[in-house]
Nanobody
Framework: VQLVESGGGLVQPGGSLRLSCAASGFTFSNLDMRWYRQAPGKERELVAVISRVGGSTNYADSVKGRFTISRDNAKSTVYLQMNSLKPEDTAVYYC????????WGQGTQVTVSS
């Protein structure tokens, strides 16, 4: 499985970004998909999950109500819509795919700063 993230960048507090993660090399609809993030000096943390069956979602408490994970199986892509961004959301965001084994993307930097 190959995962390629895009959509990161610099945004002011209160702004929005949409991250994308395009998957290849596997049947996308068979993959549970997740977004993680890692801030400088901190451990990688789980941000959002979307299941392969039914598309059920789950979020870290720190992003509930602000972030939305979604998937488009026809495009083999998972998204993370991030609204009301805060400086503490600054991190490298990683896409993760799970089916028997776990697969990581290369990460995309999100910086929230005025």
């Amino acid at each position: 499985v190959q995962l390629v993230e895009s959509g990161g960048g610099l945004v002011q507090p209160g702004g929005s970004l949409r991250l994308s993660c395009a998957a290849s090399g596997f049947t996308f609809s068979n993959l549970d998909m997740r977004w993680y993030r890692q801030a400088p000096g901190k451990e990688r943390e789980l941000v959002a999950v979307i299941s392969r069956v039914g598309g059920s979602t789950n979020y870290a408490d720190s992003v509930k109500g602000r972030f939305t994970i979604s998937r488009d199986n026809a495009k083999s892509t998972v998204y993370l819509q991030m609204n009301s961004l805060k400086p503490e959301d600054t991190a490298v965001y990683y896409c993760f795919a799970l089916y028997l084994h776990g697969y990581w993307g290369q990460g995309t930097q999100v910086t929230v700063s005025s």
